[in-house]
């Protein structure tokens, strides 16, 4: 959290805008593993172009002293033992394996809290993943009939997420987050079959007895998993003497980075661990010990999956330094005007730049219509249809696994053309990508909100949904968008966003707010009884609990029993019957189920804010609450039936 916390201001009929100079640095620190994921990749993708252009530039210069530095051998021996390979070799089955365990990571991130764990949804992506697979390499193969070039149909089928989605972010700006989130939900399936690809097809002589080495320790990390077992050296050891043992068979060991990836869980923090990290940093602070610290830095480490660790390790290294040293190995290319004109008569080339421009586009919107259509609109792609064509033109950048599989594939001028078809698809699946964003953006408003957006709501976050004859309400009953909030009446910060809240359904008369007990008890002594106290007002009415809710945020450092009972009577409320019920805790189930539906929703902590059931990350200023709120009635506007 950045900066202090500020007194929350008095409520009233219309209070003044809150300047929220520590929550609101709280509040935009708060990103989704998913939008660092995006961010990070997006980020990455100048230093890879800088790499790519570093090599073109290196290779012209003196081509001789690039095939000597990539060429160099390389080995490790151990006693009679060791491993032996160039340093391209290196690069590409080594580092790279990172790469795809980021890969990997992300995959299962996606299945387990992402678009992908809502399994009815899991048909779209897969298709347009596949379809964008089948196209690209039926156009490669119809280049290359009856050559022996056709061996080479693989360098036509992937699409190289960390390069297309900052492309994206360049050529189409506009494109709402929901594009780049779907863009990499499918680029992940297609990565994920290219790998098998790559091991089934493109490996060599393959010795059965280390690859069934390899698969017995892997088989062993999964029942470490399963055994829930957290101490990392074993996994590490383990996945390191499989790497070693696929190596010796012969399949690219590459696979084994994505293997891991996939088998790593990922979970929202558990409340629950979060407690025993607090409470083992109380400790620290009471008895400030080598020992102590040493025991809150773990439980601060355990409480996040070993997905989020693992990506957190791992992602940068691999988008800033991995990827990029794999293009300066592998992107250079001797260019002159007569190797061009070869190039571009060459059918690897052809088949490899058509593909990518018109197979890729075609192959994911097609699949992604055949599913709408055989669903019957039951399940459509989350944004619309004319940013699932931006998606499919950009899908057309195919570098990294495009060059790894050209590697394998191709060798002295061939490798050449294919790695000319490689980059000259980027180009041009960029351009072809700009050309559909700015004709959608010169559609009418209506028409250019639905292109971007469509008519389907993202995967819904709110594990529980409202319910009116249960929740606590403000605002009208029925109303087009619904803002949820999880709150602890001693959170300062839930104190900063009340007076928002109240201002945004002053402006606006289509909004109802709804709010949810999260009493944080570690940090706040005093929450769970004032969150009872809001309870026991309620058994008096609605009214009474609204009253009271108001006073408890208005007064968050007089939350004791004696201040309790006089907000009671400030409110005419039953005061006898009031104190019965909160000595008998008589709302304490009621909150304990919203503290339920809080894990269930992946909530971890005050306040956490949903916006028609879809989770908001960001500030809760007035202006970012209304802007995310107008928004939503965008959505529910597109989506409503006619």
Not at 29 to 39: A, D, I, K, M, N
Not at 388 to 396: L, M
Request: proline share 5%; with cysteine.
């Amino acid at each position: 959290m950045a900066g202090e916390v500020q007194e929350p201001a008095a409520t009233g009929p219309r209070p003044l805008r809150l300047p929220f100079s520590g929550a609101t640095a709280w509040g935009r620190s708060l990103e989704t593993p998913l939008r660092q994921f995006l961010r990070t990749e997006t980020g990455s993708a100048a230093v890879l172009l800088a790499a790519t252009v570093a090599a073109l530039i290196w290779v012209n210069i003196d081509a001789s002293s690039y095939e000597t530095v990539w060429r160099t051998r390389l080995a490790i021996t151990i006693g009679g033992h060791g491993l032996s390979d160039d340093l391209g070799g290196w690069v590409n089955s080594g580092l790279m394996t990172f790469f795809f365990l980021v890969m990997g990571l992300e995959a299962r991130r996606e299945f387990d809290m992402g678009e992908l764990r809502a399994r009815q949804r899991i048909a779209l992506p897969v298709l347009a993943g596949i379809g964008g697979l089948i196209v690209p390499v039926a156009i490669y193969l119809a280049f290359n009939a009856g050559r022996p070039s056709g061996h080479g149909w693989g360098t036509a089928m992937s699409t190289d997420s960390a390069f297309a989605l900052g492309m994206l972010a360049l050529v189409g700006p506009r494109f709402p987050d929901r594009v780049r989130t779907y863009l990499l939900t499918f680029s992940v399936v297609d990565d994920t079959i290219s790998i098998v690809v790559i091991a089934l097809v493109y490996s060599g002589h393959v010795d059965l007895a280390p690859l069934l080495t390899g698969l017995v320790l892997l088989a062993a990390v999964l029942a470490l998993r399963m055994a829930e077992i957290r101490y990392g050296p074993i996994y590490l050891l383990l996945a390191a003497a499989a790497w070693v043992a696929v190596f010796k068979s012969g399949v690219d060991p590459i696979v084994t980075g994505l293997v891991i990836g996939l088998l790593t869980y990922a979970h929202p923090a558990a409340r629950t661990d979060l407690e025993r990290a607090s409470e083992l940093f109380r400790l620290f602070r009471e008895q400030p010990t080598p020992e102590l610290a040493a025991e809150a830095r773990e439980g601060v480490r355990t409480a996040l999956s070993p997905n989020d660790r693992l990506q957190q390790l791992f992602h940068p290294w691999a988008s800033y330094v991995i990827v990029p040293l794999f293009a300066l190995a592998n992107a250079g290319i001797v260019v002159s005007g007569s190797f061009l004109a070869h190039a571009f008569t060459s059918p690897i080339t052809l088949g490899i730049l058509v593909g990518y421009v018109v197979g890729k586009p075609i192959g994911t919107t097609g699949a992604a219509w055949l599913v709408t259509r055989i669903s019957r609109g039951r399940i459509t792609p989350p944004v619309g249809w004319g940013a699932v064509a931006g998606a499919g033109t950009i899908a057309g950048i195919g570098f990294t696994v495009s060059l790894l599989i050209a590697s394998l594939a191709f060798h002295g001028e061939q490798l050449a053309e294919a790695k000319t078809g490689v980059l000259t698809a980027a180009l041009c699946a960029a351009v072809l990508t700009w050309l559909v964003s700015r004709a959608i953006m010169v559609l009418p408003k209506r028409l250019r909100i639905r292109a971007l957006l469509g008519s389907s709501e993202a995967i819904i976050d709110l594990a529980v949904p409202v319910d009116p004859q249960r929740d606590h309400i403000r605002g009208p009953k029925k109303s087009p968008v619904t803002v949820v909030e999880y709150g602890d009446f001693e959170c300062p910060y839930c104190g900063q966003a009340e007076p928002v809240i109240r201002e945004l359904l002053a402006d606006r008369g289509d909004v109802r707010y709804v709010w949810r007990h999260l009493p944080l008890n570690d940090v706040h002594p005093h929450a769970q009884f004032a969150a009872e106290a809001a309870e026991a007002a309620a058994r008096q009415g609605e009214d009474a609990f609204w009253g009271m809710h108001d006073l408890l945020l208005e007064h968050q450092d007089a939350l004791r029993q004696a201040d309790l009972l006089r907000y009671a009577a400030e409110l005419g409320l039953d005061t006898e019957r009031y104190a019965r019920d909160l000595k008998k805790h008589a709302g304490a189930d009621r909150v304990d189920e919203d503290v339920d539906s809080a894990d269930l929703s992946g909530v971890a902590g005050t306040p956490t804010f949903f916006i028609n059931g879809k989770r908001h990350h960001g500030a809760f200023d007035l202006d970012t609450l209304s802007d995310a709120v107008r928004q939503a009635q965008v959505r529910a506007a597109i989506s409503s039936p006619r």
